[in-house]
């Protein structure tokens, strides 16, 4: 009923800039947070952003200073800046979004398919 879908991802020397974008379709009432989580292999998949439609953030440690997390909720959509890319921010990054859709009471939490982000030393 509502898919999430991601896109940006890709490889990228250390240092440089990254830019992913997610997009949420389907039958949506709302959208209350949308956010981004990473999985290297063998890890546990952590957040890395988590925006609101009131504008608040939250970031894991590592990132801060480098990522910046923003939305557009009239259009269902979220965006990853990635900046000063380091080897370690190297893993399936995946975009999930809380929906409230148009035929549930209940808000579930969806998930992108991922996207794969690699950085180079």
């Known amino acids: 009923q509502v898919m999430v879908v991601e896109s940006g991802g890709g490889f990228m020397q250390a240092g440089g800039s990254l830019r992913l974008s997610c997009a949420a379709s389907g039958s949506i009432f709302s959208i209350n947070v949308m956010g981004w989580y990473r999985q290297a292999p063998g890890k546990q998949r952590e957040l890395v952003a988590s925006i609101t439609t009131s504008g608040t953030t939250n970031y894991e440690d590592s990132v801060k200073g480098r990522f910046t997390i923003s939305g557009d909720f009239a259009k269902n959509t979220a965006y990853l800046q990635m900046n000063s890319l380091k080897p370690e921010d190297t893993a399936v990054y995946y975009c999930?979004?809380?929906?409230?859709?148009?035929?549930?009471?209940?808000?579930?939490?969806?998930w992108g398919q991922g996207t794969q982000v690699t950085v180079s030393s």
């Open positions: 999930n979004a809380d929906v409230r859709t148009t035929s549930s009471l209940i808000a579930y939490r969806y």
